[in-house]
Every structure is written in structure tokens, then in C-alpha cells.
């Protein structure tokens, strides 16, 4: 089955530097993966779609990277900030279609101090 | 505006007993999904719906019975709760394939289930 590992359970940085996260899987590679933020108390929120085909994919102060070949996705947030405190969770389709195949890691817990 | 809403958002129950989940989205979408996130965070799929047809059913205990009664609506009944049920359990829905963002998934905020 299906492993998704995200590096830590929590990572503490400087307010401004960058926090990076770290989703690796193994067995088969998926048609494409997501991120996702869950602040406490309330459900995930999507953020960002990269596919099997895509390097990398922006969003404003975001970035993911996928690399099929090391199995692994990096999810960058730049010049962070306290309100980017939360749990960030990476998700995993295998194959076409709908959500139906969608696997989630078990999160990392980002806190932006001050 | 509510894009998935579900209630109850606190149901705290004694062992044995049967309780249900509503859960319905506005978002004109044709997958409804019911996820359980546990003590640990987990966020593991139980069952989905796609046009009122189970397509997913997860090895979730024959307790649990999702039920459809039409594609904005997908409501969770539990018979004989136990101890181990005690989680948070989130309703999604998304778009099925061929959508430009096929997939990405829309939650609820959540329904903390207590058994005592």
C-alpha cells in the first residue's frame, strides 16, 4: 500500500525565513499530489496541485516542487509569517479521475515565531 | 455561503448508542466524501459517494453506513458506537474527473465525536 511520510510532526522557524516541508512516498507514483493547511479546530484547505508532469508550481508566497524520481515533493512558504502557522498536509492521487484514490500524510505542524 | 457544512459539530454519546452525521454541500459537486482523522492526526478515507453510488468503501466496521439521499447530501450513521470511534470526522466533496482541477477537495470543518 500506498506510504506517505512528511518529514517532521513539527518545525519551528524564524518569522521572514523560509519553511520548508518535506512529503515522500513510496510504491507507486501518483498522477498527481496536493497540499493542503488545517488550522486547529477546522477542516483542510486546499492549496496547491502539482502533477506527474510539472516541476514546480507557484502560488503567491508558495512553492512545490515533485520529483518522481525521488519520490518526494518539497513544499516551500516563503518569507513566513506567524498567521502561516498550521498543520500542512500533503495528499496523494494514484491515477486519473476524481479524489477517489486521495491518501494523506500525517501532516507537519508549522509554527512561525515572532 | 457555507460550501460543505456538517452537524453536528460536537456529539458526545455513551457506547451502544446510534447517532448520525448530516453533512450537505453547495458547491454543485458530484463526489461526496467522509474522512476520519484520529488522536494523531491522521486523515484516513472511509466511504464516497459519486452520483448517489458507493465507489469507495474502505474497510470501516459494517457499523458505520453512509447514506445518500441525493448528490448535495451525504450523512453518516454509526450503530453501537464503541470507544475506538471516538475521532473527527470530516465530510469533503470535489469535482469527478475531467475537471480542470479534478480532485482537490472541499471539507467541512469537522465533527468531533466523543464516546463515553
Known amino acids: 500500500s500506498q506510504k506517505i511520510e512528511q518529514n517532521s510532526e513539527a518545525l519551528n522557524i524564524q518569522e521572514g525565513k523560509t519553511a520548508t516541508l518535506t512529503c515522500n512516498y513510496t510504491?507507486?507514483?501518483?498522477?498527481?499530489l496536493q497540499w493542503y493547511r488545517q488550522d486547529p479546530g477546522r477542516g483542510p484547505v486546499f492549496l496547491l496541485l502539482?502533477?506527474?508532469?510539472?516541476k514546480e508550481k507557484r502560488k503567491e508566497r508558495l512553492k512545490v516542487t515533485f520529483d518522481t524520481t525521488l519520490k518526494q515533493s518539497l513544499f516551500h512558504i516563503t518569507a513566513s509569517q506567524p498567521a502561516d502557522s498550521a498543520t500542512y498536509l500533503c495528499?496523494?492521487?494514484?491515477?486519473?479521475?476524481?479524489?477517489?484514490?486521495?491518501?494523506f500524510g500525517t501532516g507537519t505542524r508549522l509554527t512561525v515565531i515572532p | 455561503d457555507t460550501a460543505v457544512s456538517q452537524t453536528p459539530k460536537y456529539l458526545v454519546t455513551q457506547m451502544g448508542n446510534d447517532k448520525s452525521i448530516k453533512c450537505e454541500q453547495n458547491?454543485?459537486?458530484?463526489?461526496m466524501y467522509w474522512y476520519k482523522q484520529d488522536s494523531k492526526k491522521f486523515l484516513k478515507i472511509m466511504f464516497s459517494y459519486n452520483n448517489k453510488e458507493l465507489i469507495i468503501n474502505e474497510t470501516v466496521p459494517n457499523r458505520f453506513s453512509p447514506k445518500s439521499p441525493d448528490k448535495a447530501h451525504l450523512n453518516l450513521h454509526i450503530n453501537s458506537l464503541e470507544l475506538g470511534d471516538s475521532a473527527v470526522y470530516f465530510c469533503?466533496?470535489?469535482?469527478?474527473?475531467?475537471?480542470?482541477?479534478?480532485?482537490?477537495?472541499?471539507f467541512g470543518e469537522g465533527s468531533r465525536l466523543t464516546v463515553l
Open positions: 502539482i502533477r506527474e508532469n510539472e
Open positions: 495528499a496523494l492521487r494514484r491515477g486519473r479521475g476524481g479524489a477517489n484514490n486521495l491518501f
Open positions: 458547491l454543485g459537486h458530484d463526489t
Open positions: 469533503a466533496s470535489s469535482l469527478s474527473s475531467g475537471r480542470a482541477v479534478a480532485g482537490e477537495l472541499f
Open positions: 510504491n507507486y507514483s501518483p498522477a498527481y
